[in-house]
């Protein structure tokens, strides 16, 4: 079945500093790419999507760029802030049935100042 | 425009009973998606409804039961609670059809002792 394995946390940066978290994913189809970031004791929020190969998303400063040829979907930030520390999941929906997302562990993101 | 929003926030349950969590969909919105995000987990698919009828499911037993209503809210049902159901329970709603953007609510934390 599908999945998405994103690198392992827990990831400690400081301000202004490069991010990437990488993410990669098995499936069977074509499916649609999203980070999305969970702020403690919230729900999940949307940060960025990707429908189709080559597709690059950005919100709020960060990108990801949908690459078919190595399945691969990385987070990446040019100068982090202490406000972006949170956790960062990766997520497939495939075209078909349900459009249910599949997602990542997870990656732990803390910012220090 | 209202959000996704959940009851209760938090919840404790023994094990053995039952539970009824409840899901207000985004305004517009006619599909409910269920999740299972134990902790230091990603969410994992519980199943979906689609204009009142069930639109897929993922690997839970069927002591996992829902329902969504007419104004397109939704309940997830779990009965005979184990240990292992303690979890966040996250609802997303999407307009459905090729939409691939779900919209999370903050959650249900469910404890089970």
């Known amino acids: 079945g599908d999945s998405v394995t994103q690198m392992e946390g827990p990831v400690t940066l400081s301000e202004e500093a490069f991010l990437t978290i990488n993410c990669t994913y098995t499936?069977?189809?074509?499916?649609?790419l999203f980070w999305y970031v969970q702020y403690p004791g919230e729900g999940l929020q949307l940060l960025l999507k990707a429908t189709k190969a080559d597709d690059k998303g950005s919100n709020k400063g960060f990108e990801a760029t949908y690459r078919k040829e190595t399945t691969s979907f990385h987070l990446e930030k040019g100068s982090v802030q202490v406000s972006d520390s949170a956790v960062y999941f990766c997520?497939?929906?495939?075209?078909?049935?349900?459009?249910?997302?599949?997602f990542g562990q997870g990656t732990r993101l803390t910012i220090n100042p | 425009e209202t959000g996704v929003t959940q009851s209760p926030t938090h919840l404790i349950k023994t094990r053995g009973q039952q539970v009824t969590l409840r899901c207000s969909s985004q305004?517009?919105?006619?599909?409910v998606s269920w999740y299972q995000q134990a902790l230091g987990q990603g969410p994992q698919f519980i199943f979906q409804y689609y204009r009142e009828e069930e639109n897929g499911r993922g690997n839970f037993p069927p002591r996992f039961s829902g329902l969504q209503f007419p104004n397109y809210s939704s309940e997830l049902n779990v009965n005979a609670l184990e240990l292992d159901d303690s979890a966040l329970y996250l609802c997303a709603s999407s307009l459905g059809g090729l939409s691939y953007e779900q919209y999370f609510g903050p959650g249900t934390r469910l404890t089970v002792t």
């Open positions: 997520a497939l929906s495939d075209a078909q049935g349900a459009q249910k997302l599949v």
């Open positions: 499936a069977t189809g074509y499916p649609s």
């Open positions: 305004s517009g919105h006619n599909t």
